[in-house]
């Protein structure tokens, strides 16, 4: 997409003159477009699901298991490496699995 960036967002150029750097994808739509440029569908993740996410929001995704869902946006995942993080965006983060029901198995 033009104007965008390695790390999710985008630099605009908006009609007025002004410039913005740096805009998470999740504050941009195409022009004319009632919806986001962000092709995947907003799902809530559960505790126990397999998923990558981008450890402090860096490019590379990592593999991990949720701990937690903060019922914010964000959640706590358990990396496979044995790293842990908190407060994790959702758009950081995506499923390994086919269905999005979760693995409550860390009782």
């Known amino acids: 997409c033009p104007g965008s960036t390695s790390s999710g967002t ?12 740096r805009v998470l994808e ?11 440029l962000n092709r995947t569908t907003s799902v809530v993740r559960r505790r ?7 450890y402090r929001g860096r490019a590379k995704y990592y593999k991990g298991r949720i701990t937690r ?12 490496d044995g790293e842990m993080e908190r407060g994790v965006a959702a758009h950081l983060v995506r499923s390994l699995e086919s269905g999005t029901s979760g693995i409550n198995d860390l009782d």
């Open 48 to 54: 126990g699901e397999r998923v990558e996410a981008r």
């Open 26 to 36: 999740e504050y941009v739509k195409k022009a004319g477009s009632s919806s986001s």
């Open 69 to 80: 869902d903060n019922g914010d946006g964000t959640y706590d995942i358990d990396y496979d």
């Open 10 to 21: 985008f630099d605009i150029d908006y009609d007025d003159g002004e410039q913005e750097t």
